[in-house]
């Protein structure tokens, strides 16, 4: 077999474990999409209203109605059933029959219920995808920093190695021998609580999917497309509004709806005695709504004054979502300037400055406590890169699942 094949299937076999428990941010928001309890709720409550639509304009359910009238209780023929000819077996069927305008107003509220329930649902979608989102980047920006102490523990040693040639060739303190020890053992302090945090962000993820959250996060930071060219009413808190204003308004027709007056046809047979004769009757009877100032007025008030309550929370929850997005705005450019600011000078200067102080130190020129010193702050600039980093991912996140998903879809 081709050596080449050989090395090629080894490398391959030996790479599956890793690859193939990679968590990518695709993943994590597709498993979190089907599994999501929330979610599922959201799709029980929506079937439920759905459902529940279905007969909002159908008439009651007819009556049956029996009973026996004009039974004789005294005088010669009491306590007999066909001995007087006013005694009647009666069987017949009742039906209700509500307005049309109430009626047409339970179709309509019924409906806008279905959509209002729908737009809850899309809330809440939202909601989850954030969060899973906001979950990935902390566990991903976990696994970055822990990667770095690869490196921080290679030059930790780097260093113990020119403090003891520093040491063999008469230069420097006794004490200097330690220094590099009580790096390392504050590297390990980092490293634990770093291992805290990724404990932390894999449970938080846990809670949108399941295990899968024990995997490691792989891939790249997401980069949305974040321009400022958004559309503050895409937001899907705010486009619940409007389903929400229907059903309102629909509520308030209902309640304008109870002064039509409801009405109701009953069609009896009457059995009597055989000489008498049975009969049919049929009978009509009318709701009167007569009294609207104490009964339906008030119902209507109650419901128009939800309606502008409605009207003037729409007003606020846009006044304080265009807040939140210029903020978020804000805030995203800052960081985007931080990055880019850590990425270009920051570190490279720190890593310029430990490779200045240790040639230095080599050289018998510098001091070892100043190599110590800029090797913390290039510890720090690249923690803080990476903070930067995830703090934006963060900000894109909220940005891009709240205003501009819809658009990308």
């Given at each position: 077999?081709?050596?080449?094949?050989?090395?090629?299937?080894?490398?391959?076999?030996?790479?599956?474990?890793?690859?193939?428990?990679?968590?990518?941010?695709d993943d994590a928001l597709r498993?979190?999409?089907?599994?999501?309890?929330?979610?599922?709720?959201?799709?029980a409550k929506l079937q439920a209203?759905?459902?529940?639509?279905?007969?909002?304009?159908?008439?009651?359910?007819?009556?049956?109605?029996?009973?026996?009238?004009?039974?004789?209780?005294?005088?010669?023929?009491?306590?007999?059933?066909?001995?007087?000819?006013?005694?009647?077996?009666?069987?017949?069927?009742?039906?209700?029959?509500?307005?049309?305008?109430?009626?047409?107003?339970?179709?309509?509220?019924?409906?806008?219920?279905?959509?209002?329930?729908?737009?809850?649902?899309?809330?809440?979608?939202?909601?989850?995808?954030?969060?899973?989102?906001?979950?990935?980047?902390?566990?991903?920006?976990?696994?970055?920093?822990?990667?770095?102490?690869?490196?921080?523990?290679?030059?930790?040693?780097?260093?113990?190695?020119?403090?003891?040639?520093?040491?063999?060739?008469?230069?420097?303190?006794?004490?200097?021998?330690?220094?590099?020890?009580?790096?390392?053992?504050?590297?390990?302090?980092?490293?634990?609580?770093?291992?805290?945090?990724?404990?932390?962000?894999?449970?938080?993820?846990?809670?949108?999917?399941?295990?899968?959250?024990?995997?490691?996060?792989?891939?790249?930071?997401?980069?949305?497309?974040?321009?400022?060219?958004?559309?503050?009413?895409?937001?899907?808190?705010?486009?619940?509004?409007?389903?929400?204003?229907?059903?309102?308004?629909?509520?308030?027709?209902?309640?304008?709806?109870?002064?039509?007056?409801?009405?109701?046809?009953?069609?009896?047979?009457?059995?009597?005695?055989?000489?008498?004769?049975?009969?049919?009757?049929?009978?009509?009877?009318?709701?009167?709504?007569?009294?609207?100032?104490?009964?339906?007025?008030?119902?209507?008030?109650?419901?128009?004054?939800?309606?502008?309550?409605?009207?003037?929370?729409?007003?606020?929850?846009?006044?304080?979502?265009?807040?939140?997005?210029?903020?978020?705005?804000?805030?995203?450019?800052?960081?985007?300037?931080?990055?880019?600011?850590?990425?270009?000078?920051?570190?490279?200067?720190?890593?310029?400055?430990?490779?200045?102080?240790?040639?230095?130190?080599?050289?018998?020129?510098?001091?070892?406590?100043?190599?110590?010193?800029?090797?913390?702050?290039?510890?720090?600039?690249?923690?803080?890169?990476?903070?930067?980093?995830?703090?934006?991912?963060?900000?894109?996140?909220?940005?891009?699942?709240?205003?501009?998903?819809?658009?990308?879809?």
């Amino acid at each position: 077999m081709n050596p080449l094949y050989m090395r090629a299937l080894v490398v391959g076999v030996l790479a599956w474990p890793a690859w193939a428990s990679a968590l990518t941010l695709d993943d994590a928001l597709r498993l979190a999409q089907n599994n999501a309890p929330s979610l599922a709720a959201e799709s029980a409550k929506l079937q439920a209203a759905t459902q529940a639509a279905i007969p909002a304009g159908e008439l009651p359910d007819p009556k049956l109605v029996v009973g026996l009238q004009n039974f004789p209780i005294g005088g010669p023929n009491r306590g007999t059933l066909y001995g007087d000819d006013m005694t009647e077996q009666m069987i017949g069927i009742q039906q209700q029959v509500p307005s049309r305008d109430k009626r047409k107003a339970r179709i309509e509220l019924a409906d806008a219920t279905v959509e209002r329930t729908a737009a809850e649902g899309r809330i809440e979608r939202l909601n989850v995808r954030q969060a899973t989102a906001q979950a990935w980047i902390r566990a991903y920006a976990v696994e970055r920093k822990e990667a770095l102490f690869k490196d921080f523990y290679q030059q930790n040693r780097l260093l113990q190695d020119s403090v003891l040639a520093q040491l063999a060739g008469g230069r420097g303190q006794p004490s200097d021998a330690v220094i590099p020890r009580q790096e390392a053992a504050e590297l390990a302090g980092r490293e634990d609580e770093l291992t805290q945090q990724r404990a932390q962000a894999r449970a938080a993820l846990k809670r949108w999917i399941g295990p899968a959250a024990n995997e490691a996060p792989s891939g790249q930071l997401p980069n949305w497309p974040i321009d400022g060219r958004y559309n503050l009413h895409q937001h899907p808190e705010l486009q619940a509004f409007a389903p929400r204003t229907r059903e309102a308004e629909a509520r308030l027709r209902e309640a304008k709806a109870q002064k039509t007056s409801d009405w109701s046809w009953e069609v009896d047979y009457q059995h009597r005695g055989r000489e008498y004769g049975d009969m049919v009757s049929l009978q009509l009877s009318f709701d009167l709504p007569i009294f609207p100032g104490r009964r339906q007025n008030p119902g209507i008030a109650a419901k128009q004054a939800e309606l502008d309550q409605l009207d003037a929370e729409r007003e606020a929850v846009t006044r304080e979502h265009t807040q939140q997005l210029d903020d978020d705005l804000a805030q995203y450019q800052r960081l985007d300037r931080a990055v880019q600011r850590s990425q270009d000078s920051l570190v490279p200067l720190a890593e310029e400055k430990v490779a200045l102080s240790l040639a230095g130190y080599r050289a018998g020129k510098g001091d070892l406590l100043n190599l110590v010193s800029t090797r913390r702050e290039l510890v720090e600039a690249r923690f803080k890169q990476i903070d930067a980093l995830e703090q934006r991912a963060l900000v894109g996140a909220q940005l891009y699942f709240a205003y501009g998903e819809a658009s990308h879809d």
